[in-house]
T-cell receptor, first 109, second 113 residues
Framework: GQNIDQPTEMTATEGAIVQINCTYQ??????LFWYQQHAGEAPTFLSY??LDGLEEKGRFSSFLSRSKGYSYLLLKELQMKDSASYLC??????????WGAGTKLIIKP | IAGITQAPTSQILAAGRRMTLRCTQD?????MYWYRQDLGLGLRLIHY???????GKGEVPDGYSVSRANTDDFPLTLASAVPSQTSVYFC????????????FGPGTRLTVL
């Protein structure tokens, strides 16, 4: 079966760095996406990785290791507005997204 | 319209009633999707359409139907609602293909009593 695992909840301090991990087992791989979802709102796109390595975009970076079925999202210089759920999703061989349950990130001052 | 819209925003529905959730996008995306999101679970794909005139079943299609008469609209119909269909429903659209982010509508919160 297809499976995406990520921690349910994480807590971090404003100004700090946090790493959210995602492991996956899917039928085929056409890229891994990270989305941000604030409470009561729609998911919004953060990043996409299809090759191994690190993609940096401002305060956010995403890493992929296809051989390990592993990705992480790194958030630097945390701000209170980063309090949200972070969703990991893998595009399978049918070009459909398989979603993890999301990691709720709580930022404390 | 800017982006993707959904209607209604929320709805309380009696079990057994028929309900259509509306979704419209103005980005000329060829692919559209319907997901449901339940607490503790990831987004689950109900139905999708890669282009106008075609539709496909996702992970949880039972009890739902869709149509794609044109590029912009992708309504989702619950023929006879049941309490297990209580959920938040998101419509999304994208350019079909590997790397193409999906853009989401604001969601419809549906409660079936």
């Amino acid at each position: 079966g297809q499976n995406i695992d990520q921690p349910t909840e994480m807590t971090a301090t404003e100004g700090a760095i946090v790493q959210i991990n995602c492991t996956y087992q899917t039928s085929g791989f056409n890229g891994l996406f990270w989305y941000q979802q604030h409470a009561g709102e729609a998911p919004t796109f953060l990043s996409y990785n299809v090759l191994d390595g690190l993609e940096e975009k401002g305060r956010f970076s995403s890493f992929l290791s296809r051989s390990k079925g592993y990705s992480y999202l790194l958030l630097k210089e945390l701000q209170m507005k980063d309090s949200a759920s972070y969703l990991c999703a893998v595009m399978d061989s049918n070009y459909q997204l398989i979603w993890g349950a999301g990691t709720k990130l709580i930022i404390k001052p | 319209i800017a982006g993707i819209t959904q209607a209604p925003t929320s709805q309380i529905l009696a079990a057994g009633r028929r309900m259509t959730l509306r979704c419209t996008q103005d980005m000329r995306h060829n692919a559209m999707y319907w997901y449901r999101q339940d607490l503790g679970l990831g987004l689950r794909l109900i139905h999708y359409s890669n282009t106008a005139g075609t539709t496909g079943k996702g992970e949880v299609p039972d009890g739902y139907s869709v149509s794609r008469a044109n590029t912009d609209d992708f309504p989702l119909t619950l023929a006879s609602a049941v309490p297990s269909q209580t959920s938040v429903y998101f419509c999304a659209s994208s350019i079909a293909g590997a790397f193409n982010e999906q853009f989401f509508g604001p969601g419809t919160r549906l409660t079936v009593l």
